[in-house]
């Protein structure tokens, strides 16, 4: 595929890894096991430079991520720069390590939106989720933060065996808390995940009950909070479509500027990714090899090459198929269709009571340094 | 202000986008856009036309009025299509009156 192709879409959103610096500890966390060093982190105006580049690709919003992005001692020029490419500007936070008068001054900046993640409704058990003593105090802290500078809030709950049952306290205080959003965000297993997967693992029980529960707050917060939630991948029966399709309406740029179709690409081995250091955002996306990978329907085999729901759901996550088949190219397995979708089955009844592994920011730098990484 | 789901609209609200609402017009993507939180919504021909008016200054009877007179159509039947349309955008907390 190349530029002229009339499948080339293109993209809406931007996934900006400002670093993969975290306070947190998460054992869900999205961000891949190898994580990038401080040292090796993009600066201001590449930053900048990448955002003008987008926005004239067609990207219309830039979720400003991480780690946690006010690591990044420049997160407000970061959030201006990103504001005056035009972007509708996203912040999606821990809320720790991000102060309200450091807010004020982002909304001042341009700030459309943000999004705190919340580990549970109670505070013990949402501060040993999130690996932090004194999280759960001040993610209220900021969110109440967030609504008085007239900011529109996404409370994003990311639930799992130990917090699933509480879905209904969870929305409840996204609600007192002055959330128009609340996402139920079952954990999806990739990155740090995978290794906590037995101890994450809700029952099927917990899954159905759960269902039932997002209807009925859906009804009862009707025209108050919007409420997101998708069914968990270990037991749905057709696959999510993953990044809404791979290179067609998004891209992750990670804390080093290398620039993937989504953040987990890099599970994926052999994939060749670029470089905003060597390369324009537009070219990364027509001509990079990981964007062209898996575009389009043609890599598919069977049974997606020949369903009717290919261009809805492009045969679900890469990341996926690969992390549970070791064949990209495989249909995701989370499809009934797929002949190895009883291994989700199998894999979600392997479930453990056991310390989680916790995310820790150890890196190794890409190019040694004797500085080294102090937060 | 809120509505229960099928009662008119009052004609005197000033239907506005709320703040982390953005109607952007993207060359790049060929024309309107309404930006909302992880969302993206482009709108068609007739919901362009309402949208752009809704911007907090002119009541919801001066946009039917305007709408029904640009293109010469039953009162009634623009107010009914555009109420659709807000509606179904305060519901998805898109727009306010």
Redesign the interface.
Known sequence: MDATSPTLLRPLGLLAELTHRCPLGCPYCSNPVALEARADELDTATWARVFAEAAGLGVLQVHLSGGEPAARRDLLEITAAARQAGLYTNLITSAVGLSAERLAGLAQAGLDHVQISIQDSEAASADRIAGYEGAFVRKRALAAAVVQQGLPLTVNAVVHRANIDRIGEMVDQAVALGASRVEIAHVQYYGWAIPNRAMLMPTPEQVERAREHVDELRGRHHGIIVIDAVVPDYYARYPKPCVGGWGRRSLNVTPSGKVLPCHAAESIPGLEFWSVREHSVADIWRHSPAFNAFRGTDWMEEPCASCPRRFEDFGGCRCQAFALLRDARATDPVCHLSPHHGLLSELAGERREAAYVYRRHTPTPAHATAQGDRD | M?QP?GDALPTDARPHL?????L?D?A??GGL?L?A??R?FKPDAIAAEILKRCTGEATLAAIVDELAATYGAPRERVLADVSTLLRSL????LMEL
């Not at chain 2, 709320?18 to 953005?22: H, I, S, Y």
């Open positions: 809120t789901p709320p703040r982390g609402v953005r952007v993207s790049a993507q856009v930006l939180p992880e993206v305060i519901d998805k907390k």
